[in-house]
């Protein structure tokens, strides 16, 4: 081989090396263009945003709880974007169970009947209430803190319209940790002397509202106690075949809960936005809006619980 034959492979051999050199750099560069993004997206997803458990106990346990996970749905979406956060839907079978889990902080943020409340702060004291709800007066004038159990029957029940003609009748509860389903009912059939124990041939706790109402329409059990709420919901799916016989005193909204463990900042983020929430979101749950109440708002509450738990020792 000549000399000069040898100079000229090893050029030739130079510059397909660094074309070779010059096209893998092109190439990486390309490499890291298109995967970049999805380098990107996958911290992003190894990295979410922090998660809240939301808890509701079973007060409509009539409906699945995919069908009321899917009624929180926007509510809780919407309430994530605005407080840089998620929400996920947590159930409970019982109303104790959501009391104990709002209790320990399994759910740090929960939407609880008065009563359930108060038991739930008499077993965490650093519990704290952020709002409560507002829904419609019935003439829809306005939105108000309150609302309104009832003692029904069936209309054609003509025998039935008063809470005395009630007695040797079997009577329907929803549970004893529900406000408006046994507290307050409760509350008033022993003032006026009524001991429910002895005073109905048979007392039956269903679990939840819609149980009570379904059972009144089928003649299960002569009659019950239920909320304004279910009322109107139960008039949907049954008529209008039910007539109210006794109406207990005016019970404080449901209230919005959070576990001490729920950052502070989130905490008061929530308690500042969810009063603006659109009223579109809140469609098919009993609230119609939120408002700051202070802690003593529910101290009628604490009384109505304080004599039950009197009455069972």
Not at 65 to 87: A, N, S, T
Not at 284 to 310: N, T
Request: charged share 20%; glycine share 6%; aromatic share 10%.
């Amino acid at each position: 081989m000549s000399k000069y034959y040898y100079v000229e492979e090893q050029l030739m051999e130079t510059i397909m090396t660094t074309k070779f050199t010059q096209l893998s750099l092109i190439f990486l560069f390309l490499l890291g263009i298109v995967f970049c993004p999805l380098g990107k997206a996958a911290a992003q997803r190894d990295s979410p945003l922090p998660k809240y458990h939301f808890g509701i106990p079973p007060y409509q346990k009539g409906q699945s709880v995919d069908e009321i996970r899917g009624l929180y749905k926007p509510m809780l979406l919407w309430l994530g974007k605005q407080v840089g956060c998620r929400f996920d839907f947590i159930g409970a079978e019982t109303y104790e169970k959501m009391i104990d889990m709002v209790a320990s902080g399994r759910v740090q943020i929960a939407g609880l009947g008065p009563v359930p409340y108060v038991e739930a702060k008499n077993k965490n004291p650093e519990l704290r209430l952020l709002l409560t709800e507002l829904t419609w007066n019935q003439a829809k004038t306005k939105r108000v803190d309150v609302y309104h159990g009832y003692i029904i029957a069936l209309k054609k029940r003509h025998d039935l319209n008063n809470l005395f003609a009630l007695k040797g009748k079997k009577f329907a509860f929803v549970d004893k940790n529900s406000t408006s389903g046994y507290q307050y009912p409760n509350a008033l059939m022993r003032r006026e002397g009524i001991i429910p124990e002895r005073f109905f041939s048979k007392v039956y706790f269903l679990g939840s509202h819609p149980r009570v109402t379904d059972a009144i329409a089928a003649g299960s059990v002569d009659a019950g106690a239920t909320w304004d709420f279910n009322l109107a919901r139960a008039i949907k799916k049954h008529g209008a075949v039910f007539k109210i016989i006794a109406k207990p005193s005016a019970i404080p909204n449901l209230a919005v809960v959070a576990h001490p463990s729920l950052p502070l900042a989130v905490q008061r983020k929530i308690q500042q936005v969810l009063p603006t929430i659109p009223a579109a979101l809140l469609r098919g749950l009993p609230a119609d809006g939120f408002v700051v109440r202070p802690d003593s708002f529910y101290d009628s509450v604490r009384r109505v619980v304080e004599q039950a738990h009197k009455e069972q020792q």
